[in-house]
């Protein structure tokens, strides 16, 4: 279950490593459960090392970022009857403008993200499950 309060990876190369949900969006409940494709509003709890300092992080600790949700421990029922699920709980971090920060996404993307809007977030991924 993805409620407020839970922990996700982050999948791109912004600098952030773990975050942790906060709030929810799009007049959802704080106590409603969310899905693949939710927008959410998440701290950032841990970043990666940085390495030789030739390159910015984008994102500090405690911050405060949007992110989309694009895969879940929870299984996931398509209409085609199929079900899906990853080994973790992932994220893409968004600015306030809905665009990605990261350039490039690590690990596989839901389909369930399409019906976001949200179509460069699945576009500049490898793997779309």
Same mark, same amino acid.
């Given at each position: 279950?993805?409620?407020?309060?839970?922990?996700?990876?982050?999948?791109?190369?912004?600098?952030?490593?773990?975050?942790?949900?906060?709030?929810?969006?799009?007049? &959802?409940?704080?106590?409603?459960?969310?899905? /693949?494709?939710?927008?959410?509003? !998440?701290?950032? *709890?841990?970043?990666?090392? #940085? =390495?030789?300092?030739?390159? &910015?992080?984008?994102?500090?600790?405690?911050? /405060?970022?949007?992110?989309?949700? !694009?895969?879940? *421990?929870?299984?996931?029922? #398509? =209409?085609?009857?199929?079900?899906?699920?990853?080994?973790?709980?992932?994220?893409?971090?968004?600015?306030?403008?809905?665009?990605?920060?990261?350039?490039?996404?690590?690990?596989?993307?839901?389909?369930?993200?399409?019906?976001?809007?949200?179509?460069?977030?699945?576009?500049?991924?490898?793997?779309?499950?």
């Amino acid at each position: 279950m993805i409620i407020k309060g839970s922990n996700f990876s982050v999948m791109d190369n912004s600098g952030a490593r773990k975050v942790q949900c906060i709030q929810t969006l799009e007049g &959802k409940k704080p106590t409603s459960l969310l899905r /693949v494709g939710d927008k959410i509003v !998440v701290v950032i *709890k841990k970043m990666e090392k #940085r =390495k030789g300092g030739k390159y &910015k992080l984008k994102v500090k600790k405690s911050d /405060v970022c949007y992110a989309v949700i !694009v895969k879940s *421990k929870q299984p996931v029922r #398509r =209409k085609s009857g199929i079900i899906v699920n990853a080994g973790e709980n992932g994220v893409i971090l968004l600015t306030k403008t809905k665009e990605p920060i990261g350039t490039r996404l690590t690990g596989v993307v839901f389909k369930e993200v399409q019906r976001t809007g949200l179509l460069k977030n699945v576009s500049i991924s490898k793997y779309i499950i």
